[in-house]
């Protein structure tokens, strides 16, 4: 299992756009993908409303997780799509 | 043309499109009884509504651009996301129809999303519950339930607050009704929404009208269905006064409310939920007066939690920015509930089970809402007051009762404020005793509405009856003259919150008596100012 830690410099958070663009990069893999904020519960990566729903903010730091066949890909391109993206 | 009339209650004059309401719209079809059947058609449908959003992704990025096109694309994958089909396939396993599993999916993810605790957030329930009614729509041939794609006049046969509760308000203009009384539900949201209203009107209600142009004359109690050129040209110059003495009242806008001789009193506004803040602020209220809490239990199947009620209420005192708010506790009973009430029916539901009487006897139901009054009064001033009450010995339980929220929500380290505690004064044994009462708390508000039934012994629904009705009966006067005289022999002030407090022919008489407060339709507000500025009382 991979882990990647990120703190959100988007003014607007982890908006409607920004989620959809991240649910559908997380989609692009086979592993299991979970992300979570503060500590609180994991939601699945590929679940558009979970993540809208964890209603993250400029300045929190996000957690996800990836398990599976092609968590290292996987690790990287989604690391790699916060940098760019949030 | 296709004309007729009925009993105006709001005065005005709108013009557009007619919308049969018909509630049987709202019913979905059932299961054939064969869930993969069900589910073959929600996956099928879930397909069309793709197809659907995206021809309108792409016509909306190439037309309007790519910010708002996003929003479409944010639906299509709200349609694919795991969670919001598997609730619906729970549902379909379960026995619901695909288009009944649609719909209560779509409103649980929605009213998830509106519970949130952040603006953007709550404001996306609109994206879930556009997707889940496409869903519907398709799978009912295109016809799931009522709604309006452009502003229009509803008519109805009757609305029942819970539909009323479900209505795209931003886009009506009128109400007319077959059914219905000047106190009816559909009458009090036409005054708080400040619209030209038509109850008990003698029109055939028949899909035919439907996208008819409709013209509602609130002044005289007329309606036009397709009206001539002379009825149109006619209104258009009737709305034009209406509008110029619109901006005669605006001159009174941010002015104090004081009389002649120099008696000040504060005029606030009714409202029945959160989203009605903004018609008080329009009609310049120099508060809300009474905020009816029902509504916040109708048109759902289970209690509001306390959270809900919280966020509710802090929305309210937020947008009121200082001014002051009067929460009156939930007044319900068997002729206004919801089904997860489990109340029974009655034969007298006026004189049953309902206001105060259950909320001392159902602390469940009790407990949260003035938890979340409390909480609520953090962020602003807040006052609570009670209905039906009857006794001395009803307030001091309640007071009692507060004392224990106010220890529970300390002990729990939960941040609250103070909340004043009030009566309404609607029934003719509070009036009475009101000098006892007036002891116990910190303000009176009447209800006229409540006090003249009970008084006169007058079903208030019974449109039958109106011609004996007469709302300035001289018991009616008495006794509010006595409570005045009570609430200020005893420091208290006093307030009037039922319709009566807009009737502009009393103005003088209340001013006279000493009411310290009017709380009226949002609409009704600015012409109550230059009244009271007006008069020498």
């Known amino acids: 299992m991979k882990e990647i830690k990120y703190t959100v410099t988007d003014p607007l958070g982890i908006h409607a756009r920004p989620a959809g663009l991240l649910v559908k990069e997380a989609a692009k893999y086979a592993s299991k993908v979970n992300i979570s904020v503060g500590g609180g519960a994991a939601v699945d990566a ?24 092609d968590e290292e890909a996987a690790s990287a391109a989604l690391e790699a799509f916060l940098k760019a993206n949030l | 043309m296709q004309e007729g009339t009925g009993k105006p209650v709001f005065s005005g004059v709108a013009i557009g ?4 309401y018909d509630p049987r719209q709202n019913e979905l079809p059932a299961s054939c009884g064969d869930s993969e059947l069900e589910l073959e058609k929600f996956n099928a449908a879930r397909e069309t509504a793709r197809e659907q959003l995206g021809a309108l992704f792409d016509k909306t990025s190439s037309e309007i651009g790519e910010e708002q096109a996003m929003i479409l694309d944010v639906q299509i994958m709200m349609l694919d996301d795991l969670d919001f089909i598997e609730s619906a396939q729970d549902m379909i396993a379960g026995g619901a129809s695909a288009a009944q599993a649609a719909h209560d999916a779509g409103d649980a993810f929605s009213a998830a999303f509106a519970a949130m605790d952040d603006e953007y957030m709550k404001a996306r329930a609109v994206d879930v519950k556009d997707m889940s ?132 009193v504060l005029l606030c506004a009714n409202i029945g939920s959160a989203q009605d803040v903004r018609y008080a602020l329009e009609g310049d209220a120099e508060g809300v007066g009474l905020m009816r809490s029902e509504f ?23 947008q009121l920015a200082g001014r002051p708010l009067v ?66 010995d009803e307030v001091r339980q309640i007071k009692e009762f507060c004392r224990k929220i106010q220890s529970e929500l300390y ?7 103070e909340v004043e505690l009030g009566i309404m004064i609607e029934t ?3 009036a009475i005793i009101s000098r006892d009462l007036a002891k116990e708390v910190s303000f009176f508000s009447v209800g006229t509405n409540d006090l003249t ?62 009411y310290d407060e009017l709380s009226v339709s949002p609409g009704k507000i600015l012409a109550l100012r230059k009244k009271v500025c007006e008069s020498e009382a």
């Not at chain 2, 009790?366 to 807040?382: D, E, K, L, N, S």
């Not at chain 2, 002990?411 to 404020?417: K, L, T, V, W």
């Open chain 2, 133 to 264: 009614r496409r869903l519907v729509d398709i799978l009912c041939g295109g016809h799931g339930g009522f709604h309006m794609d452009e502003p229009g006049i509803l008519v109805a046969e009757d609305l029942t607050p819970s539909e009323t509760v479900q209505l795209p308000k931003d886009k009506i203009l009128a109400f007319v009704t077959r059914q219905g009384s000047a106190n009816s539900h559909t009458a009090i949201l036409a005054r708080i929404m400040n619209i030209p209203t038509l109850v008990q009107t003698d029109i055939s209600i028949s899909p035919d009208i439907n996208g008819k142009l409709m013209i509602v004359d609130g002044y005289d109690g007329r309606y036009y269905i397709d009206p001539d050129p002379a009825v149109v040209s006619a209104m258009v110059e009737k709305l034009r006064k209406a509008m110029a003495y619109k901006a005669e009242l605006d001159k009174y806008r941010g002015k104090p409310s004081v009389s002649k001789s120099g008696k000040k």
């Open chain 2, 17 to 20: 499109k007619a919308y049969v």
């Open chain 2, 428 to 430: 003719p044994a509070a």
């Open chain 2, 296 to 318: 916040l239990y109708l048109g759902r199947d289970s209690f509001p939690t306390e959270e809900e009620l919280y966020q509710a209420y802090k929305s309210v005192v937020e």
């Open chain 2, 453 to 514: 039934q009970y008084t006169l012994a007058i079903d208030r629904q019974n449109a039958r009856l109106e011609a004996f009705h007469d709302a300035h009966h001289p018991a009616i006067l008495s006794l509010l003259r006595t409570i005045a005289e009570n609430a200020h022999a005893e420091g208290i002030w006093a307030g009037i919150c039922g319709e009566l407090g807009a009737d502009l022919s009393l103005t003088d008489a209340f001013l006279e008596m000493g």
């Open chain 2, 411 to 417: 002990a729990e380290n939960i941040p609250f404020g």
């Open chain 2, 327 to 392: 929460i009156r506790t939930l007044d319900i009973g068997a002729d206004k509930q919801a089904d997860y009430f489990g109340l029974e029916h009655e034969e007298n539901p006026a004189l049953g089970y309902r206001g105060i009487r259950i909320c001392l006897t159902r602390e469940d139901i009790f407990r949260p809402q003035m938890r979340a009054i409390y909480r609520a009064a953090v962020h602003g001033p807040v006052s609570a007051m009670f209905p039906m009450i009857i006794s001395v």
């Open chain 1, 46 to 69: 590929k679940r558009i409303m979970g993540v809208m729903r964890l209603a993250v903010k400029q300045g929190m730091e996000i957690t996800m997780t990836f398990d599976g066949s």
